[in-house]
């Protein structure tokens, strides 16, 4: 098989890739090693040469998609120069952004939902931390130079956000609704609320 | 055994509230009815004479969740006259409601962040749709009596709300973190934009 060809850290990523869509389809539960091993066309053995096993890929796999979500919203701002256009642009891309990393999404919410497990949920707190810096650097930035109000607290105003932004993408990814225009009007009251 | 003597609509209702318990903390695939009916101290031929199912048992629990919270949410409010008076104490009193009906917005999250069973995501769809009519309504009194701003859309406000409470929600039962602070502020500056 061209797939036995694989170096180790390919191999790794590729079982990663496909434990992140097993997971974010089925759940912890009812996802096996056996069949992410299948699904990657190796033995189990092999599987367990790169993770000790199904929680260590579960960690993995939950990491990787809060470390994608950060870098991808820190990608829609780069090169944009003024918050408040930063925040129009993430809020007018984030329906879209959070359906083409549905399964990433469903995967971090269902460790949210679901997840006991200390390590998942000091994984969890680690992603939330970094949103807090990401939108509370951006709501900063916007109060320095004037362009957001200067009466509200940068770091609030950033969990405002997270909380909506994370049940807006658990609405909008799972019960198919298009949030968008909630989202378009919400943000412009905010921002029409902060700037000037 | 004294449980044995429960009559149907107990027994029905009692079982219920075991397998809310035992969903909202291990989730709809590790949850057996076998455990279920452990629990509740009955074997498993007597539950399946009250519900068909795992999958039965499953929606009439986050059925039963989804009720309980919206008639919580209405309770708050009865003997409250004014809208902006409505919004506030919910507000105020929201985190904690969570927490202690936490079994009950486990079981919400979790069949939302997981379930792709078309009859829980009707449920769910329900439960959205009870939502958005109350916190339409609300907004909606306010606008009349002119206490919140009438430039605004009420329906939009409600799921701005939604989403905001959504993930609330979800971050301060699974996280453990205490985002009242961050509750009362945001409500006071959003009833402070809308009231006069």
Do not use: C
Not at 55 to 80: K, N
Not at 85 to 91: K, M, V
Not at 146 to 173: C, E, H, K, P, S
């Amino acid at each position: 098989m061209a797939m036995g060809r694989l170096k180790a850290p390919q191999r790794r990523e590729q079982l990663l890739a496909v434990a992140v869509k097993l997971f974010a389809r089925w759940g912890y539960s009812a996802t096996t090693t056996a069949a992410i091993a299948e699904a990657a066309g190796v033995t189990e053995p092999i599987l367990y040469r790169h993770f000790r096993g199904k929680q260590e890929l579960y960690i993995a796999a939950v990491s990787a998609a809060a470390r994608t979500a950060l870098e991808i919203w820190q990608s829609m701002i780069d090169g944009i120069d003024d918050p408040a256009g930063q925040l129009r642009t993430i809020a007018s891309r984030f329906a879209g952004h959070v359906l083409e990393q549905g399964d990433h999404y469903h995967l971090l919410h269902g460790a949210l939902a679901t997840s006991r497990d200390r390590r998942v949920v000091a994984v969890l707190r680690e992603f939330f931390t970094g949103a807090e810096q990401f939108f509370e650097g951006l709501f900063a930035r916007g109060q320095a130079r004037r362009v957001f109000r200067q009466d509200l607290d940068a770091r609030n105003l950033a969990w405002q956000l997270i909380y909506a932004g994370t049940g807006f993408a658990m609405i909008v990814l799972n019960l198919g609704d298009d949030g968008r225009f909630v989202v378009q009007s919400a943000v412009d009251s905010l921002v029409a609320g902060f700037e000037g």
